[in-house]
T-cell receptor, first 117, second 111 residues
Framework: DAGVIQSPRHEVTEMGQEVTLRCKPISGHNSLFWYRQTMMRGLELLIYFNNNVPIDDSGMPEDRFSAKMPNASFSTLKIQPSEPRDSAVYFC???????????????FGEGSRLTVL | AQSVSQHNHHVILSEAASLELGCNYSYGGTVNLFWYVQYPGQHLQLLLKYFSGDPLVKGIKGFEAEFIKSKFSFNLRKPSVQWSDTAEYFCAVCGYSTLTFGKGTMLLVSP
């Protein structure tokens, strides 16, 4: 299995530009999570999807952030417009649900390191 | 709401020293507990997990953790660390639905 695939691995952009991060979960996994990692705040859950439906987006910092999952094999996290404080590593993770709800291990992608100048 | 507290932000050890990283969680119901490791420049990988049964859980690379329900703790241990254990370690709790991570403990093992 290829694992969770994220792109781009690195992105450097200027303040005000639109940023789109992409994620392909592990085939067969039906839950997908977006996390942001910074030195100051650690790992923060931004949003997660079950069966392509957003379940909890309370971690999305503000309206500049949006996430979609048009199908089971693809998700995007978009920041528009980007700001320097958005600089972080963004991780996507996926999980397979089990009979006992939401106990499965999370599998993480390599992350997308975003730098907003 | 669930939360996780990791006691130390940075730990420095010499090779062969014993390791214990503290983790306390807060959640009112049944929890599943995890330790993840992030090697420099890499993604998070699962070290071990506790769902039920024996509260002493053994993971990969000689790591183990003990779930003490009365103390809401899930401390990570390793009897003898190696230089290759240099990494950041995250404790995580899953209550109802999502995984909540602690802020991480950076472990530096000097040769």
């Amino acid at each position: 299995d290829a694992g969770v695939i994220q792109s781009p691995r690195h992105e450097v952009t200027e303040m005000g530009q639109e940023v789109t991060l992409r994620c392909k979960p592990i085939s067969g996994h039906n839950s997908l999570f977006w996390y942001r990692q910074t030195m100051m705040r650690g790992l923060e859950l931004l949003i997660y999807f079950n069966n392509n439906v957003p379940i909890d987006d309370s971690g999305m910092p503000e309206d500049r952030f949006s996430a979609k999952m048009p199908n089971a094999s693809f998700s995007t996290l978009k920041i528009q417009p980007s700001e320097p404080r958005d600089s972080a590593v963004y991780f996507c993770a996926s999980r397979s649900a089990s009979n006992r709800a939401n106990t499965g291990e999370l599998f993480f992608g390599e992350g997308s390191r975003l730098t907003v100048l | 709401a669930q939360s996780v507290s990791q006691h130390n932000h940075h730990v420095i050890l010499s090779e062969a020293a014993s390791l214990e990283l503290g983790c306390n969680y807060s959640y009112g119901g049944t929890v599943n507990l995890f330790w993840y490791v992030q090697y420099p420049g890499q993604h998070l990988q699962l070290l071990l997990k506790y769902f039920s049964g024996d509260p002493l859980v053994k993971g990969i690379k000689g790591f183990e953790a003990e779930f003490i329900k009365s103390k809401f703790s899930f401390n990570l241990r390793k009897p003898s660390v190696q230089w290759s254990d240099t990494a950041e370690y995250f404790c995580a709790v899953c209550g109802y639905s999502t995984l909540t991570f602690g802020k991480g403990t950076m472990l530096l093992v000097s040769p």
